[in-house]
């Protein structure tokens, strides 16, 4: 069946890996972006997911172009690394932001129409960093764990509805998120990763994909961890 689907930060890396996915399966994918130009093949509204007026009016534009939203891939998000020590107020606020109020402003805006529908896919891309911990990301391990706590929350509220709530936990994926990351972290990274490797955006695509199909119909307050094994044994 061919479904209206959202994804955010979808012009790049694992949105873009997202979204790819989504449309392969045979779905309308819209997606937004916030810099530069976006890829082809995709209805594509510029948005700033921290704008929650840019936020509404990327919603109502999607709905216009291919009905309301049914999956959303809530996936934009940005690091500022810092220790809290020196980190300034700003930049914890910004990642908190962008993370995880975004991702709940943007819900309340795909929610009514889903609970209308009975019927609705909300995935949320987190970091297994919000469990396992990460220095230098007191902000970004916070607003991912923000984000598990609130999409099981609301799984609760909305599974009458036939309407899941699930989270992604990416460990390393090769994106220009990663890029700065130093050899000496990247190294150290690897080390715990059971899999020896980093991921591919596809990779955590495949999840994405997984949870918005109609196979995954009884997954929901879940945590998918894609992370090749990160942290296992330590
Ligand atoms: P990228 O840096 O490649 O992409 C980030 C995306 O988020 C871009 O599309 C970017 O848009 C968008 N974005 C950032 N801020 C905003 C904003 N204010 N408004 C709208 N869009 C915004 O990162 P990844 O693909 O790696 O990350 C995708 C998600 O996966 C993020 O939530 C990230 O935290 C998470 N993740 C990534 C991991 C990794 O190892 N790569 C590991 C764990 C989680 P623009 O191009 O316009 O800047």
């Known amino acids: 069946m061919s479904r209206s689907v959202l994804v955010t930060g979808g012009n790049r890396g694992i949105g873009l890996a997202s979204a790819r996915a989504l ?10 972006y916030r810099t530069g130009e976006p890829p082809a093949g995709f209805y594509a509204v510029r948005c700033d997911v921290t704008d929650t007026a840019q936020l509404k009016a990327a919603v109502e ?10 999956i959303l891939v809530s996936n934009a998000g940005i690091t500022r690394d810092q220790l809290l020590i020196g980190m300034p ?6 990642v908190m932001t962008t993370n995880f109020e975004a991702a709940v402003a943007l819900t309340r805006q795909v929610l ?3 609970i209308k529908a009975r019927w609705g896919r909300l995935i949320y891309m987190s970091s297994i960093n919000s469990m396992s911990g990460a220095p230098g990301q007191t902000n970004y391990a916070s607003a991912k764990a923000a984000l598990i706590g609130f999409a099981r929350s609301l799984a609760i509220e909305v599974g009458r509805r036939n309407i899941t709530a699930n989270v992604v936990a990416p460990g390393m994926i090769e994106t220009d998120m990663v890029e700065h990351v130093t050899d000496v972290r990247r190294q150290a990274a690897l080390a715990r990763t059971a899999l020896a490797r980093t991921g591919t955006p596809e990779e955590v695509a495949a999840a994405v994909r997984f949870l918005a199909a109609d196979d995954a119909s009884y997954v929901t307050a879940g945590v998918i961890p894609v992370t090749g094994g990160l942290g296992a044994g330590h």
């Open 112 to 114: 009514p129409a889903m």
């Open 89 to 94: 107020e700003e930049d914890f606020r910004a």
């Open 61 to 70: 534009e999607v709905t216009v172009q291919q009905g309301a939203v049914e």
């Open 23 to 32: 449309a392969a399966e045979g779905n309308k994918v819209a997606i937004t």
